[in-house]
């Protein structure tokens, strides 16, 4: 599905340098590495804070203690996700409430969020799903409306850019009060361990999530608030560092071997490519079809045997996940997402594709699509 070995061939000497550089300094923790990222992050993204923490699950959850959410204030989240975005909600003791998404865009259906508002709605956490911005513009405006923070889950969408009505375009996670990001190594900026990120405009709210994401200290050995702690180590910094110059390289490579996927399937009665939000760019953190006219699973086992990975994310929505039944939901509750969860299949995506792996994979699937 990716291959990071033949990307770090690539970098391999700015990689090691920035590695050798932490060790020679052994400022293995909150070094001056992990300043540099975050500063270079802010000039990337725009975002006013960058606070690098330790994964992108993390993240999530400092953003939700950072609002000061209180046990039973719902939080919105799509049912078609990552398990991480309702599993901070869960943890804290905050309710989460789930909706269906957009058959094309796979991502949070603003229609079900309205329907979805009660009193004690306090937030909405938007998935912008595979690298594509969630509807921002108007689950901004419905959030004004009710006085509803927005955390986005922009952990598979660095880099993507959203165009307002107005002209005005934003990166994924600086729009909403806070954004959240992951580099897991598969992810579209991806370390050689754990990291993550958080982002927002906000100076209070910054304030006190840094403090938080340090044991709930401002000051050392001085403790506000219950915190956690969570921080991204200087060496994944230093990798980070020397790989952020490199994404819209990678982003375009993406979006490359997305190009050549879509020309091969397009007009497939079969196969459905990944529909596009006319306001977003797409970073493709996964190239995801929809199998509509042959047998998912058979058509992934025949490429398996050839040596084509394929995978299935995500296989069962929130509402169907054990550890996540509620007796307010029921199967059927969320046709979309229980019909994505049955066809959706995730191609190899990644930086190294070359022209030959596209062809030996886009016609190993058109092949398999007709047995
Ligand atoms: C990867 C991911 C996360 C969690 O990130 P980790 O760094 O693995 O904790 C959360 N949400 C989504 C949508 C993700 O893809």
């Known amino acids: 599905m990716v291959d990071l070995r033949s990307q770090y061939a690539h ?18 923790i909150k070094g001056p590495k992990v300043k540099s990222f975050q500063e270079h992050l802010e000039a990337y993204t725009g975002a006013k804070h960058v606070i690098p923490v330790g994964n992108g699950t993390d993240a999530l959850q400092i953003a939700l203690m950072g609002l000061g959410l209180k046990p039973g204030d719902e ?21 989460p409430v789930v909706v269906d ?79 959240c990001t992951s580099f897991f190594p598969s992810k579209n900026l ?14 209070t709210l910054a304030d006190r999530m840094q403090a938080i994401a340090n044991h709930g200290c401002h000051v050392r050995y001085h403790h506000d608030e219950v915190g956690v702690n969570s921080r991204l180590d200087s060496i994944q910094a230093a990798i980070l560092d020397a790989k952020l110059p490199h994404l819209d390289a990678y982003t375009a490579a993406r979006q490359r071997a ?66 996540y039944l509620d007796p307010r939901y029921k199967d059927g509750d969320f046709p979309v997402a229980e019909r994505l969860a049955a066809c959706v299949l995730s191609l190899p995506m990644h930086t190294e594709l070359d022209e030959e792996q596209l062809a030996f994979i886009t016609s190993s699937v058109l092949e398999l699509i007709n047995i």
């Not at 595979?130 to 409306?145: K, S, W």
């Open 11 to 28: 970098i391999k000497a700015e990689i090691d340098a920035g590695i050798q550089e932490v060790i020679d300094s052994a400022a293995f």
């Open 75 to 95: 939080v919105i989240t799509p049912t078609f996700t990552f398990i991480a975005t309702a599993e901070v909600v869960a943890l804290l003791g905050l309710t």
């Open 101 to 179: 998404v957009n058959w094309e865009t796979m991502n949070m259906d603003v229609e079900a969020v309205r329907r979805a508002i009660t009193p004690r709605t306090k937030a909405i956490v938007p998935v912008h799903l595979f690298g594509q911005c969630a509807d921002m513009e108007a689950l901004m405006a419905l959030a004004e409306e009710h006085q509803l923070y927005v955390v986005e889950d922009a952990c598979q969408a660095i880099g993507a850019r959203y165009t307002f009505s107005n002209g005005e375009t934003k990166q994924a996670g600086t729009i909403g009060h806070i954004g």
């Open 190 to 203: 991806g370390c050689y361990g754990d990291g993550g990120a958080i982002f927002t405009n906000d100076d």
């Open 258 to 323: 997305a190009a050549y996927y879509d020309k091969a399937f397009a007009n497939n009665e079969k196969l459905l490519i990944p529909g596009r939000d006319p306001h977003s760019t797409h970073v493709f953190h996964q190239y995801t079809l929809r199998v509509v006219g042959a047998d998912r699973d058979q058509v992934r086992e025949g490429l398996a045997e050839r040596g084509i990975p394929a995978m299935i994310y995500y296989p069962v929505p929130l509402h169907q996940q054990k550890a």
